[in-house]
């Protein structure tokens, strides 16, 4: 099943490239898939995570598509990890610093392997950048992106405390926005 995953997000994203860089997108997904499978053995899970920009940002996408192809349950979880882009960032942001923490556990699992992917990009371009590194986000204020990857950390610090994954987020914040 992951393989298959690994397949379907390669072609639902191709063209695609990381925000600002060369990098083909296909890379963020491998990664946080391969974080989730430091946290667990379920295929589910990780063909999940694996997948999980596929609804939001991949056209032809659903969840009725990813539950057909995969399973149900995949598909619940890349919808549980997947936001409104009609909503604005602020809007967005919010609502998943909120939710996240009620969540089920493998979303969350999804979730913070997500946003440490993301972290890790921005601990390794950072420096190369500088400040112009803001300019690549929808919200270009740092201290806005700051708030939202703090949010993340705090509504998932009572589950994953102890997960090395978790603590490799925080010191990734804390360097980058602290």
């Excluded at 609804?55 to 032809?60: A, L, R, V």
């Excluded at 409104?84 to 089920?104: F, L, N, V, Y």
Aim: charged share 30%; proline share 3%.
């Amino acid at each position: 099943m992951i393989e298959r995953a690994i397949q379907f997000a390669t072609k639902a994203h191709e063209g695609q490239l990381r925000k600002g860089t060369r990098r083909p997108y296909i890379v963020h997904p491998i990664e946080v898939g391969e974080i989730v499978a430091g946290m667990t053995k379920d295929e589910e899970i990780i063909s999940a995570a694996v997948l999980h920009d596929t609804i939001e940002d991949c056209e032809g996408v659903t969840a009725d598509v990813l539950a057909l192809e995969f399973s149900p349950r995949v598909a619940g979880m890349v919808l549980g990890e997947s936001e409104d882009k009609s909503k604005t960032w602020m809007e967005r942001k919010s609502a998943t610093i909120h939710s996240i923490g009620q969540a089920p556990r493998e979303v969350q699992m999804i979730a913070l392997a997500d946003k440490l992917s993301n972290m890790r990009d921005i601990d390794r371009d950072y420096p190369k950048v500088g400040e112009d590194l803001w300019n690549r986000f929808r919200m270009k204020d740092k201290k806005m992106i700051g708030w939202y990857y703090k949010g993340i950390r705090d509504a998932l610090q009572s589950v994953f405390a102890e997960e090395a994954a978790f603590q490799e987020y925080c010191a990734l914040i804390e360097k980058n926005f602290e």
